[in-house]
């Protein structure tokens, strides 16, 4: 399968703990997306990266937040200390920026996060 | 910014007739659209998508979305609706300078036999 893949897809934690969210991205795709999406609502957007280099971060993306895409293939979503309101599907994406491509994100299934 | 506005929280239709989901945006510039589906508990997949040209574009599972500039719409169509339509619609914005795509809030379609 050479689509986008997340793990874990889901993950219940309890409050105040660390949870770490991978994703592995389309492999000729430069461009990896973090969104966060809650029960019927769109996708919201959290970071994106070009390569290794982190471009852009969302004003949601508090402290607690980290990503990382440190070779500029896998990327890695770090939420420390996290809060009930962390709860959500978290969605990554990827995108190639080569020449004649128009963007459109490639999703991944999703990791589930339950903060009890 | 940009930003997409999808009026019904809901549509539903019978097997066989037409479908119609709204999209309506706000973006600088002209707009590169796109429609999402998702299923329960799955990542989202793309439909098809607007970057110029045509106005009527078609994709995936026989959808198609016409593109509107005036009216700055970009409804999401089938002509005979499945059961197995029945999903989450996400509609999507990105300037052409841009190189994020912001989602509307999505629309609850379901078909009934």
Request: hydrophobic share 30%.
């Amino acid at each position: 399968d050479t689509g986008v893949s997340q793990d874990p897809r889901h993950k219940i934690t309890k409050r105040g703990q660390n949870v770490t969210f991978r994703c592995d991205p389309i492999s000729e795709h430069n461009r990896l997306y973090w969104y966060r999406q809650t029960l019927g609502q769109g996708p919201e957007f959290l970071t994106y990266f070009q390569n290794e280099a982190q471009l852009e971060k969302s004003r949601l993306l508090s402290d607690r937040f980290s990503a990382e895409r440190p070779k500029g293939s896998f990327s890695t979503l770090e939420i420390q200390r996290t809060e009930q309101g962390d709860s959500a599907m978290y969605l990554c994406a990827s995108s190639s920026s080569t020449r004649g491509s128009t963007g459109e994100l490639f999703f991944g299934e999703g990791s589930r996060l339950t903060v009890l | 910014a940009q930003s997409v506005a999808q009026p019904e929280d809901q549509v539903n239709v019978a097997e066989g007739n037409p479908l119609t989901v709204k999209c309506t945006y706000s973006v600088s510039g002209n707009p590169y659209l796109f429609w999402y589906v998702q299923y329960p508990n799955r990542g989202l997949q793309f439909l098809l998508k607007y970057i110029t040209g045509d106005n009527l574009v078609k994709g995936s599972y026989g959808f198609e979305a016409e593109f509107n500039k005036s009216q700055t719409s970009f409804h999401l169509k089938k002509p005979s609706a499945l059961v197995s339509d029945s999903a989450l619609y996400f509609c999507a914005v990105r300037p052409p300078s841009g190189n994020k795509l912001t989602f509307g809030g999505g629309t609850r379609v379901l078909v009934k036999p």
